[in-house]
């Protein structure tokens, strides 16, 4: 028995011999342990391994253990989750309280939620943690801006469809046919593309409120759309210098941008890099390929998207040349012959440019008499048009005669249909030509004019020019160049409708009524509609249920009850000019702003007299101050000087606060009748006290009023800006843009106004305004 199990362990360690060897070394992985058996040998492998050796990492996030949303994220013989806000635990499973620790600040209140946390925020706070301001509130604390926000309370700035005459534009700018006939209008102010079809129905194609948004019809946005081009496919292309892009329209409305960064620049190359310094139009080559006036070049873009300059160097210039050699000076429209010569207006160079497809530049009109040309067109015959904005005419020029011409149209300003030079414009500015018809965008007449280019007969073609007259409800209503305005106790305001000769009526919830006038042009007392004026300007109320209304080209102060009664307190139609006196003995010449003190006692600004008037309540008018001549000077009474007095406004000290239009100044009179000035405006801004000017001021005031607290605002008619100046001198712009006429509403300077002709505060610090520009009474909280 001993022999034998002698033997067995002698065969056992023969057999085992191997196994043991094949553990050294360790052929195990992950840490995994050997073991020798008859078979070699085998791995114990920890968690998280298998396989032979231990070699494969078992994926514990397969299938994802982690609930709720939770990542998973693998592990050495486990898994770990990373919770979303809301969960917790090993798999995600557990809810946590989102509210503890509170996330809300400046006193918001926090509700939980499943996965997250929601803020609701105290009055001028906003943001997920309420750590931001609210629309309409600033500084540290969140405080209401007061005057800040910008609303419609009734009327509309103008623009209507419809068919030819009875539509209407804000701005009409840029003007290109389509192959069609149908003619495409850029209107400016209004932010729109307009399309007029053969048979004269104007609709609108794209475009909303002011902005830079793509899509489709009125849910795009242009920003002051000038520039308009349509190719053979019938895309209309737009351009515009504010944000410096090019725009595409597809016939279906579609807008989309394909060229131009939002920003000033310049810089040739592909789409995405090219940079346009001040792009004012485009025009569309035989072959696909678009030509841009930009400010002091011609830029060429292929079709598909790369820039390069035809000509001129990028900096100012006036000479002849080819390529860069070239120079222009604000180049205002571009067009393009059957040859593919581009003609560009060089408006501060007065002169037109013709470029051929290799660069050469020539000049056209150098001895005509062009006055800042803004619009080109050139006809099948190459004869060339050119509009003067400044001196209101109508330029051609033959292939013969390209430097003298003739005056087509035109040559005053105003609006009158006739032949050759009977007729007139406003500042005329781009033109387009189908067959013997030149088209004229006549901006500040709101109209498309038509002239018959082989008789000079000037026609409106298109748009009434007036933005109308229609009583009703917020933006059912309709106001014509309204410039002042009035509240009384109630809260009602009266607005002289200047434009429709009207006394107007508006409710606090935008109900617009007619209180008095008749509509047309004329000096008769009576009730309601049987009265008349004549381009109505200030208006007060008296406290004692009457308006005084400044009934300038009549130079007439007028009584309006709130029955409607119309009566003449002041004044004599027939015999303007500067004198005192009682009722009709008294004489004025043209008056403009009105406001009453405590006492009943009328103040007007007699602006082309170029003073002021005291009115009492019975009707004796004197002069508080002012010389009767323009001038500058402060001091008393008879010894200070105005320059177009304007709006005027009282404060609760009986201090009378008038914009002195011409010189650009707010003086203050107080009941002493000494004259100081309050404002100066240097540069492009407002600045307190009487500060001396060096150069002329881009601003002018037109309107102004004052609150309860002293503080000073002043709406200004070039900067489209609302100021407010502090008792302690500090000045801020309350509304508006600089410089960037418009119409939107919203916050602080965000919003667009035109002119705020007329201003009223409220006890609450609420301004209501009348936009003349925009034709409709806006508020501001």
Known sequence: MFRATALCLVLVAASCKGSSNDCSPNPCQGGGTCVADLAGFSCRCPAGYAGKTCELDIDDCSPNPCKNGGDCSDGVAGFNCRCPAGYAGATCTSSTDDCSPDPCRNGGTCVDGSGGFTCVCPDGFAGATCSSCAEGYAGAACTRINGGVVSTLAGIPGEADGEGRASS????????????????VSDYDGAKLRKISPAGEVMTVAGSTPGTADGTGTAAQFYWPQGVAVDAAGNV??????????????????VSTIIGM????????????????????????????????????????????????LAGSGTNGSADGTGAAAGFFSLFAIALDAADNVYVADASNNRIRKITPTGVVTSIGSSAGLNNPRGVAVDADGNVYASGSYNHKIHKFTPADLQTGTVLAGGQRGYLDGVGTDARFGPPYHLAVRGRDLFVADRDNRRIRKIDTTTGAVTTAYGSGSPGYLDGTGRYALFNQPHGVARDASGNLYVTDSGNNRIRKVTPNGEVTTLAGSGSSGHLDGVGT???????QGIAFDGQGSLVVADQNNSLIRKV???????????????????????????FDGPDGVAIDSAGNIYVADAYNHCIRKVSAAGVVTTLAGTGSAGYANGAGATAQFNTPG??????????????????RIRRIDPAGTVTTVATMVGNAWLAGDVPVSTPPAGRP?????????????????????TRIEPAAAVATLVGSVGRRGYLDGVGTKALIGTASGMVIDAATNLYMVDSLNHNVRVIR
């Open 702 to 722: 037109a309107a102004v009023a004052v609150d309860a607290g002293d503080n000073l605002y002043i709406a200004d008619a070039t900067l489209h800006t609302i």
């Open 262 to 309: 939002g920003s000033s620049g310049y810089a040739d190359g592909p789409a995405a890099e090219a940079q346009f310094r001040d792009l004012r139009a485009v025009a569309v080559g035989r072959d696909g390929q678009l030509y841009a006036a930009d400010q002091t070049s011609v830029r060429k873009i292929t079709p598909d998207g790369y820039v390069s300059t």
């Open 237 to 254: 292309y737009v351009a515009g210098n504010y944000d410096n892009r090019i725009r595409k329209v597809t016939p279906d409305g579609r």
């Open 561 to 587: 009850t709130l029955a409607g009664v119309v009566s003449t307190l002041a004044g004599d139609r027939s015999n303007t000019g500067l004198a005192d006196g009682l009722g009709p003995a008294a004489r």
């Open 530 to 536: 049987a009265a008349q004026f004549s381009d109505p």
């Open 169 to 184: 534009f804000q701005t009409p700018f840029g003007l290109a046919f389509d192959s069609s006939g149908n003619l495409f």
């Open 647 to 664: 709006s005027v406004a009282i404060d609760h000290r009986a201090n009378l606060y008038v914009a002195d239009v011409n010189n650009k």
